[in-house]
């Protein structure tokens, strides 16, 4: 692992979220799989960090990492001025209130036999906050749920989408600095991922919330970031902001996961970037067994002899903007 | 942006009326067979409860000249071997019964269980060293562990109760143990760390309360089972001591009067089939019942 | 309500289909009144959000309800097999129907983890239609599976065909549910959401896997999707559903150009686009889809559209066609017809 900072880590001073270096290694059987391998990013104050790439490529795992649930093998999480990788004990849960997390499956995240009022109060009864009825309701309607009619009810007599507005009050409630959205829309219709997406907005606003927004729609991930980070079997293949990203891809990855969206508007679609690109083509390989040198290598349609014999470093490719590539599409 | 979850729903169970409501309270689907079997276990809890003061004979009483008497002569259901009044022996007998399965069972559910839970939520060596104990437990003949356990502590009715519980400690412990491990997948799980709760506050308010359902429904299917244990240990004469009516000791006297008598052995057969069958079929159908529900529809 | 599919013949004619089903709440009116036909070699697209009725609607035509689930069935699915015949599949005893379920029709489903036998190789699960169907023997009908799991582009076939399904990722799984559906040789494959599982690089291969099978087979093809923008480069025709009718109906590219129906559009403008910018507000429909518990009154789209009228809570939009449009048919008193002047809503 190099001690050199990464380039993509910005000398600003209102980051308020570095991940540096961070390796996830988790043992399975004799194996050992790399879900997450020497990944740095940091996230400025009300920025949203969209995190995309596709299923088993280390997203949720780099987010439980953050959370140290469980800690991650390497690497530090620098938030407040502190690495939590070093913390334990009290100072760990007190540190850890002010990151909070959505999940993507909204029911299996709610407690079936708790009722809502008590799951939202949750967080502040365990601080010995004030948990009164009121505070509860106004996170309640912040997020749209009826506070009188909703709050005595458990969590499987909502449909989807409400139970998604549930934790989000929940997650809420504790007044943190920074939200981690682990797929908050993956599992629900459009019609209510739009109404979703726009509460997240909504309350990132009044909230003064910074995010880092985890999800495999790239037109999603578009709509709400700023900055992306694209990743492949652990690794990160290019971050910048998002339109740099998008309209600029450099990461032959990345331009194969823009070249598979499916777009709503078959007259919009813009074909001459991205759909002369070939395909991706082949299976994911093992995280316990990645490729040497650019784990991108076997399905990439550039790859080269160098690409199998050494690693790419992330590199700049423009303002705000870095690859992994040994061969950038700039 | 309002929405109209809540309107949906009150619509909703608006639109069932009354029924909604009673289905909230009874459940959906239990149907008849259910209903049956819990009046009947609810019968046998209150015979054990009032024995004393139900209007039965003394079931120590031995009224020779009713010898062998079959059902619906001088007795209800007939005389025993020693001319005592079979009802009367059966109500009495239910208490030995009641009070062994409620105590192994809740000997085993609360020992049993809090392991299961510990160690489906620590993992680790913990639980690696518990299974293995409880494996070696499982795979030694319950009998003669049984015997002696029962020689090692007395042959009273706590002692007995307290060997059988022991017995199903492993049980209990596997099923705590599976049902935590699929608790403790939950994202709400993770959730509840995020927001600093401690392991105490997560074991107590989110993972005992989706444990502790299908746990208890386990425990009905097990004290049919507790039922049987005793009957067996009556067979050897090792259970409670005569001349304290039991149904397994019943069922031991009987077979001495197949030839002759079989009401003696075949009507408290016939009442713990029904006991131990009833059990089994309430424990099944809550057990169902009780596997976390998702969602609605 | 006749469709001009004038190159090639037609396949299947759907008219009035009316599918209401026994719950525990109540009759759900799952499917009703929903018309339609589609000829060899040409895909509709049915859209609708979950609950709207599309698998329903796909599972009937397939005659895989379960009968006792069933309260009320009507309408009828005309079916045209190979020798020119027409057969109405809602009339037909189960018996005869399974024997069009491989060689005629064949259905691809949502999970590709719960289509397959997790305790059976591959090889029998492949290799039992078409044994059934086409009457291969061991050898004939192994030699042919390895060639469709090939056909579905899964790399070593012949390694493969002995594995169990667990031993697949999701995308190869959906694959071989795929070649499963084909091994027949199906005229109208019925793909109900074949890629919502999936992560958007495999649903890719997977969608252009099924054009290209198509193409070759001159197979008639249902894709049943959540996603307008799945449907909208793939299918011929798009049919948008809503509380189980067809509220919309339209060659694809008419319905992108002149959407009529205040769903279709509310549900186009929800989406994220792609080539909007950042942080662009998106167009939510407020509300959920209705429970379709007991027959409501009026327009079900009506607590939700933002051009309702008084009108629209007392009376049942018919089915109407489009004036000037071909095929082009919908169910709503004030469509979004550029020419016409419309007034705003009242709420
Ligand atoms: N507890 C664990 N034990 C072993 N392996 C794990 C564990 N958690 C995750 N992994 C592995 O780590 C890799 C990354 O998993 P992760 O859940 O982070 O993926 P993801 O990008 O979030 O995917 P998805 O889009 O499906 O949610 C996968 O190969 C996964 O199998
Ligand atoms: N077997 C069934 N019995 C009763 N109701 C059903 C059954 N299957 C589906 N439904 C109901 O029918 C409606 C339409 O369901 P479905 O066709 O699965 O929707 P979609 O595929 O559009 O998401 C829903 O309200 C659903 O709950
Ligand atoms: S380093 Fe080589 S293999 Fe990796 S993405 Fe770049 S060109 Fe492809
Ligand atoms: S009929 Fe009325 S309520 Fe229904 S979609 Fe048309 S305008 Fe909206
Ligand atoms: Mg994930
Ligand atoms: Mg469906």
Redesign the pocket.
């Given at each position: 692992m190099t001690d050199k900072t990464p380039c993509q880590l910005r000398e600003r001073d209102d980051i308020v979220l570095r991940v540096a270096h961070l390796s996830v290694n988790?043992a399975?059987g004799k194996q050992t799989?790399q879900?997450v391998t020497d990944v740095s990013f940091d996230v400025a104050r009300g920025e949203t960090l969209g995190l995309v790439?596709e299923?088993?490529?280390?997203?949720?795992?780099i987010g439980r990492a953050i959370m140290q649930l469980p800690p991650p093998s390497a690497g530090a999480v620098i938030f407040r001025d502190q690495d939590m990788t070093v913390l334990s004990g009290e100072a760990l849960r007190q540190t850890r209130t002010g990151l909070q997390m959505i999940f993507q499956d909204p029911v299996s995240s709610l407690n079936p036999r708790r009722r809502v009022r008590d799951i939202i109060a949750e967080g502040l009864t365990i601080w010995g906050r004030d948990n009164s009825a009121a505070r509860v309701e106004e996170v309640m309607s912040a997020v749209g749920l009826d506070a009188a009619s909703a709050g005595d009810r458990r969590p499987h007599q909502f449909s989807g989408g409400q139970c998604q507005r549930i934790c989000i009050a929940r997650s809420l409630a504790l007044d943190p600095d920074v939200l981690i959205c682990d797929?908050p829309v993956s599992a629900l219709d459009v019609s209510v991922q739009a109404q979703i997406l726009n509460l997240l907005e909504d309350m990132k606003a009044r909230y003064h919330l910074t995010m880092v927004f985890i999800a495999?729609n790239l037109a999603v991930v578009k709509n709400i970031s700023d900055r992306v980070a694209v990743m492949y079997l652990g690794k990160l293949c290019e971050i910048g902001n998002t339109e740099a990203i998008y309209s600029k891809p450099v990461h032959p990855y990345t331009r194969a996961l823009l070249a598979s969206i499916p777009d709503a508007d078959p007259l919009a679609r813009e074909q001459a970037l991205l759909d002369e690109e070939p395909l991706l083509q082949g299976e994911l390989p093992s995280?316990a067994d990645p490729p040497s040198g650019c784990r991108f290598r076997t399905r990439c349609p550039y790859a080269q002899e160098r690409c199998a014999r050494e690693e790419p470093f992330m590199q700049a490719a423009g303002d705000d903007h870095f690859v992994a590539c040994h061969f950038p599409l700039l | 942006m309002r929405t109209k979850v809540s309107d949906q729903s009150v619509v909703r169970s608006r639109a069932q009326g009354f029924s909604a409501a009673a289905r909230q309270v009874f459940g959906r689907g239990f149907g008849p067979g259910f209903w049956i079997a819990a009046g009947w276990l609810l019968v046998v809890a209150l015979s054990a409860i009032f024995a004393d003061v139900l209007p039965v004979r003394d079931p120590l009483d031995p009224v020779i000249s009713n010898r062998l008497n079959g059902p619906l002569t001088t007795n209800i259901l007939g005389a025993d071997g020693l001319g005592r009044d079979m009802l009367s022996r059966l109500v009495h007998g239910a208490r030995v019964s009641v009070v062994i399965a409620l105590t192994a069972v809740t000997i085993g559910m609360v020992i049993g269980g809090t392991l299961g839970i510990l160690a489906g939520y620590f993992r680790g060596h913990f639980e690696r060293g518990l299974m293995a104990v409880l494996d070696v437990i499982l795979a030694f003949p319950w009998l003669v562990l049984l015997l002696a356990l029962v020689a090692f502590i007395g042959q009273s009715l706590m002692a007995i109760s307290v060997a059988i519980g022991f017995l199903w400690i492993p049980a209990y412990a596997r099923v705590a143990r599976a049902n935590t491990l699929s608790v403790v997948q939950r994202e709400y799980v993770l959730a509840a760390r995020a927001m600093g709760a401690g392991t105490l506050r997560i074991l107590l308010r989110e993972v005992l309360p989706n444990v502790i359902l299908p746990v208890l429904a386990y425990g009905l299917v097990a004290m049919g089972l507790v039922i049987i244990v005793e009957s067996a240990l009556a067979f050897l004469g090792l259970s409670v001591e005569a001349p304290q009516p039991t149904w397994g000791g019943m069922i031991s006297e009987g077979k001495r009067h197949l030839a002759t008598a079989v009401h003696v052995a075949l009507v408290p057969s016939i009442t713990m089939f029904l006991t131990v069958l009833s059990l089994n079929y309430v424990g099944d159908r809550l057990r169902s019942r009780f596997d976390v529900r998702e969602s609605n529809l | 309500m006749t469709d001009a599919n004038q190159h090639e013949p037609l396949l299947l004619r759907v008219t009035g289909l009316t599918v209401r089903l026994n719950s525990s709440h109540g009759l759900v009116h799952a499917v009703e009144d929903v018309s339609f036909s589609l000829a060899r070699g040409q895909t509709l697209g049915i859209v609708g959000e979950s609950g709207s009725g599309k698998s329903v609607m796909a599972r009937s035509l397939m005659g895989l309800l379960p009968r006792r689930s069933i309260a009320f069935g009507s309408g009828s699915i005309l079916f045209h097999t190979d020798n020119a015949q027409e057969q109405d599949l809602a009339q037909m005893p189960d018996k005869l129907m399974r024997h069009l379920r491989g060689p005629a029709m064949a259905m691809v489903f949502q999970d590709p983890m719960t289509a397959l036998n997790p305790v059976l190789r591959l090889s029998v699960q492949l290799t039992e239609p078409l044994r059934q169907h086409l009457g291969l023997d061991r050898q004939q009908a192994r030699s042919r599976a390895i060639e469709l799991l090939a056909a579905v582009g899964i790399p070593d076939a012949a390694g493969r065909i002995d594995q169990y399904p667990h031993q697949l990722s999701g995308g190869m799984r959906q694959r071989v549910v795929i070649a499963i559906a084909l091994a027949c040789n199906p005229a109208l494959l019925i793909a109900d959401e074949p890629t919502t599982a999936l992560d958007v690089t495999v649903q890719k291969q997977i969608l252009d896997l099924l054009a290209r099978l198509q193409r070759e087979h001159n197979m008639a093809m249902i894709l049943i999707t959540h996603d307008l923008g799945v449907v909208a480069s793939r299918a011929d025709y798009i049919a948008v559903m809503y509380a189980g009718r067809i509220v919309e109906y339209a060659p694809a590219r008419t319905l992108f150009t002149s959407m009529q129906h205040p769903y279709t559009e509310a549900l186009f403008k929800s989406i994220p686009r792609i080539n909007d910018p950042s942080h662009t507000r998106l167009q939510a429909i407020p509300g959920r889809p209705p429970q379709l518990i007991n027959a409501a009154v009026g327009c079900a789209f009506a607590p939700r559209c933002q051009y309702v009228q008084p009108r629209c809570r007392q009376q049942t939009p018919p089915v109407v066609e489009v004036p000037d449009a071909r095929e082009h048919r919908h169910a709503c008193f004030y469509p979004i017809s550029p020419g016409l002047n419309r007034e705003e809503g009242d709420d």
């Amino acid at each position: 692992m190099t001690d050199k900072t990464p380039c993509q880590l910005r000398e600003r001073d209102d980051i308020v979220l570095r991940v540096a270096h961070l390796s996830v290694n988790f043992a399975v059987g004799k194996q050992t799989v790399q879900a997450v391998t020497d990944v740095s990013f940091d996230v400025a104050r009300g920025e949203t960090l969209g995190l995309v790439g596709e299923s088993g490529c280390g997203k949720s795992t780099i987010g439980r990492a953050i959370m140290q649930l469980p800690p991650p093998s390497a690497g530090a999480v620098i938030f407040r001025d502190q690495d939590m990788t070093v913390l334990s004990g009290e100072a760990l849960r007190q540190t850890r209130t002010g990151l909070q997390m959505i999940f993507q499956d909204p029911v299996s995240s709610l407690n079936p036999r708790r009722r809502v009022r008590d799951i939202i109060a949750e967080g502040l009864t365990i601080w010995g906050r004030d948990n009164s009825a009121a505070r509860v309701e106004e996170v309640m309607s912040a997020v749209g749920l009826d506070a009188a009619s909703a709050g005595d009810r458990r969590p499987h007599q909502f449909s989807g989408g409400q139970c998604q507005r549930i934790c989000i009050a929940r997650s809420l409630a504790l007044d943190p600095d920074v939200l981690i959205c682990d797929e908050p829309v993956s599992a629900l219709d459009v019609s209510v991922q739009a109404q979703i997406l726009n509460l997240l907005e909504d309350m990132k606003a009044r909230y003064h919330l910074t995010m880092v927004f985890i999800a495999h729609n790239l037109a999603v991930v578009k709509n709400i970031s700023d900055r992306v980070a694209v990743m492949y079997l652990g690794k990160l293949c290019e971050i910048g902001n998002t339109e740099a990203i998008y309209s600029k891809p450099v990461h032959p990855y990345t331009r194969a996961l823009l070249a598979s969206i499916p777009d709503a508007d078959p007259l919009a679609r813009e074909q001459a970037l991205l759909d002369e690109e070939p395909l991706l083509q082949g299976e994911l390989p093992s995280p316990a067994d990645p490729p040497s040198g650019c784990r991108f290598r076997t399905r990439c349609p550039y790859a080269q002899e160098r690409c199998a014999r050494e690693e790419p470093f992330m590199q700049a490719a423009g303002d705000d903007h870095f690859v992994a590539c040994h061969f950038p599409l700039l | 942006m309002r929405t109209k979850v809540s309107d949906q729903s009150v619509v909703r169970s608006r639109a069932q009326g009354f029924s909604a409501a009673a289905r909230q309270v009874f459940g959906r689907g239990f149907g008849p067979g259910f209903w049956i079997a819990a009046g009947w276990l609810l019968v046998v809890a209150l015979s054990a409860i009032f024995a004393d003061v139900l209007p039965v004979r003394d079931p120590l009483d031995p009224v020779i000249s009713n010898r062998l008497n079959g059902p619906l002569t001088t007795n209800i259901l007939g005389a025993d071997g020693l001319g005592r009044d079979m009802l009367s022996r059966l109500v009495h007998g239910a208490r030995v019964s009641v009070v062994i399965a409620l105590t192994a069972v809740t000997i085993g559910m609360v020992i049993g269980g809090t392991l299961g839970i510990l160690a489906g939520y620590f993992r680790g060596h913990f639980e690696r060293g518990l299974m293995a104990v409880l494996d070696v437990i499982l795979a030694f003949p319950w009998l003669v562990l049984l015997l002696a356990l029962v020689a090692f502590i007395g042959q009273s009715l706590m002692a007995i109760s307290v060997a059988i519980g022991f017995l199903w400690i492993p049980a209990y412990a596997r099923v705590a143990r599976a049902n935590t491990l699929s608790v403790v997948q939950r994202e709400y799980v993770l959730a509840a760390r995020a927001m600093g709760a401690g392991t105490l506050r997560i074991l107590l308010r989110e993972v005992l309360p989706n444990v502790i359902l299908p746990v208890l429904a386990y425990g009905l299917v097990a004290m049919g089972l507790v039922i049987i244990v005793e009957s067996a240990l009556a067979f050897l004469g090792l259970s409670v001591e005569a001349p304290q009516p039991t149904w397994g000791g019943m069922i031991s006297e009987g077979k001495r009067h197949l030839a002759t008598a079989v009401h003696v052995a075949l009507v408290p057969s016939i009442t713990m089939f029904l006991t131990v069958l009833s059990l089994n079929y309430v424990g099944d159908r809550l057990r169902s019942r009780f596997d976390v529900r998702e969602s609605n529809l | 309500m006749t469709d001009a599919n004038q190159h090639e013949p037609l396949l299947l004619r759907v008219t009035g289909l009316t599918v209401r089903l026994n719950s525990s709440h109540g009759l759900v009116h799952a499917v009703e009144d929903v018309s339609f036909s589609l000829a060899r070699g040409q895909t509709l697209g049915i859209v609708g959000e979950s609950g709207s009725g599309k698998s329903v609607m796909a599972r009937s035509l397939m005659g895989l309800l379960p009968r006792r689930s069933i309260a009320f069935g009507s309408g009828s699915i005309l079916f045209h097999t190979d020798n020119a015949q027409e057969q109405d599949l809602a009339q037909m005893p189960d018996k005869l129907m399974r024997h069009l379920r491989g060689p005629a029709m064949a259905m691809v489903f949502q999970d590709p983890m719960t289509a397959l036998n997790p305790v059976l190789r591959l090889s029998v699960q492949l290799t039992e239609p078409l044994r059934q169907h086409l009457g291969l023997d061991r050898q004939q009908a192994r030699s042919r599976a390895i060639e469709l799991l090939a056909a579905v582009g899964i790399p070593d076939a012949a390694g493969r065909i002995d594995q169990y399904p667990h031993q697949l990722s999701g995308g190869m799984r959906q694959r071989v549910v795929i070649a499963i559906a084909l091994a027949c040789n199906p005229a109208l494959l019925i793909a109900d959401e074949p890629t919502t599982a999936l992560d958007v690089t495999v649903q890719k291969q997977i969608l252009d896997l099924l054009a290209r099978l198509q193409r070759e087979h001159n197979m008639a093809m249902i894709l049943i999707t959540h996603d307008l923008g799945v449907v909208a480069s793939r299918a011929d025709y798009i049919a948008v559903m809503y509380a189980g009718r067809i509220v919309e109906y339209a060659p694809a590219r008419t319905l992108f150009t002149s959407m009529q129906h205040p769903y279709t559009e509310a549900l186009f403008k929800s989406i994220p686009r792609i080539n909007d910018p950042s942080h662009t507000r998106l167009q939510a429909i407020p509300g959920r889809p209705p429970q379709l518990i007991n027959a409501a009154v009026g327009c079900a789209f009506a607590p939700r559209c933002q051009y309702v009228q008084p009108r629209c809570r007392q009376q049942t939009p018919p089915v109407v066609e489009v004036p000037d449009a071909r095929e082009h048919r919908h169910a709503c008193f004030y469509p979004i017809s550029p020419g016409l002047n419309r007034e705003e809503g009242d709420d």
